[in-house]
């Protein structure tokens, strides 16, 4: 039981390059969240899967683009990467009901140049 | 976009001591997490609120749900070298989107 994983753990990108960051969750659970952390200021919502088929935006969605391809499994794609897309990104899901606990993965630290 | 106040930003601490920090908001939350991250890891739950006043205890960590909703505090107790990282509050918007803090880094010296 991994939990939840994210591939890759640190990537480098040029400006204007595309990428997209894999997460996948092995708990059964419907929700799945993408977040941004930047140093001050906490974590930010950028997507959301409520259930699989769905997708809305959280807090900070422009530049970005998920998909849910599964229940096990969502994506964050970059399109065309800025300076300021540089952040650690974290994966989350969660299950129905009370607790309401967010498992987090361990993170993608990525560097835009 | 909105984020929760919380504060302090840091304390450096000597083991043994108590700890206090709390987080504020302008708009009221019907749930507050406190989560905890080590370096390089992702958050994890310490403790959630689910009621106006609630006190809950976590071992040595308690979390007090504000009696306005828009408040929420976290204290540990006897604080230990593992206790080192940074703690961070959230709260809950409708059924899915967390609101966080800035986070309160925690340094212990021994």
């Known amino acids: 039981n991994a939990g939840v994983t994210q591939t890759p753990k640190f990537q480098v990108l040029k400006t204007g390059q595309s990428m997209t960051l894999q997460c996948a969750q092995d708990?059964?659970?419907?929700?799945m969240y993408w977040y941004r952390q930047d140093p001050g200021m906490g974590l930010r919502l950028i997507y959301y899967?409520?259930?699989?088929?769905?997708?809305d935006k959280g807090e900070v969605p422009n530049g970005y683009n998920v998909s849910r391809l599964n229940k096990r499994e969502f994506s964050l794609r970059l399109e065309s990467a800025a300076p300021s897309q540089t952040s650690v990104y974290f994966c989350?899901?969660?299950?129905?009901?009370?607790?309401?606990?967010?498992?987090f993965g361990p993170g993608t630290r990525l560097t835009v140049t | 976009g909105q984020q929760l106040n919380q504060s302090p930003q840091s304390m450096f601490i000597q083991e043994g001591e108590d700890v206090s920090m709390n987080c504020t908001s302008s708009?009221?939350?019907?749930?507050w997490l406190w989560y905890k991250q080590d370096p390089g890891e992702g958050p994890v739950l310490l403790i959630a609120?689910?009621?106006?006043?609630e006190l809950t205890s976590n071992g040595r960590l308690t979390a007090q749900f504000g009696i306005t909703r828009k408040d929420s505090f976290l204290n540990i107790s006897a604080s230990i070298p593992s206790d080192v990282g940074i703690y961070f509050c959230?709260?809950?918007?409708?059924?899915?989107?967390?609101?966080f803090g800035q986070g309160t880094r925690l340094t212990i010296n021994p």
């Open positions: 989350a899901s969660r299950g129905t009901g009370v607790p309401y606990e967010q498992y």
């Open positions: 708990m059964n659970h419907n929700s």
């Open positions: 899967s409520a259930s699989e088929g769905t997708t």
């Open positions: 708009s009221i939350f019907n749930t």
């Open positions: 609120l689910y009621k106006a006043g």
């Open positions: 959230a709260g809950l918007r409708g059924a899915q989107k967390l609101v």
